[in-house]
């Protein structure tokens, strides 16, 4: 087993120990963000490796498809989740906008290190400013839904 393949485990041991921060009064609407924003990203992830936008080189179920299973289909569904349940929607304008800035500048540092020290993900024709705003749309477009399904003004 190499590195990349422990960090994947490790990945995944943080992404279940953090559903235990998911109040039980939250589960359900947790479930409902994790669901939408799998289509979502998983839809998105697999389009931009058939366009060969970036790859995968070390990931999961490498020879069903080549987006990383971890990222798409788990870990990203439940940040949007937290980000949904955590969402200050009721705080002023700023308030909303400096917490959707910091989900996206985290998870955009935080692939950019992956992508330059590990082989979970290499960029192509892709740039940190790509993963940003995909992270951004993708966030927000969770957040209208999310706010559409459960009525909250």
């Not at 917490?99 to 950019?112: G, Q």
């Amino acid at each position: 087993m190499n590195i990349d393949q422990m960090l994947l485990y490790c990945l995944y041991a943080i992404t279940i120990i953090s559903l235990a921060y998911i109040p039980r009064d939250k589960w359900r609407e947790a479930s409902i963000a994790f669901s939408f924003q799998q289509c979502v990203a998983w839809f998105l992830g697999l389009l931009a490796v058939q366009l060969g936008l970036l790859q995968y080189p070390v990931r999961e179920l490498a020879s069903v498809n080549g987006t990383s299973f971890l990222f798409e289909f788990v870990m990203y569904p439940i940040i949007g989740s937290f980000f949904c349940i955590y969402y200050p929607f009721k705080k002023q304008m700023r308030i909303r906008v400096l917490y959707l800035v910091s989900f996206c500048t985290i998870l955009t540092i935080l692939e950019v290190i992956f992508e330059k020290n590990t082989n979970l993900v290499h960029y192509i024709y892709w740039d940190w400013y790509v993963t940003w705003s995909t992270v951004g749309a993708t966030l927000m477009l969770l957040w209208r839904f999310y706010k559409w399904y459960f009525k909250l003004g």
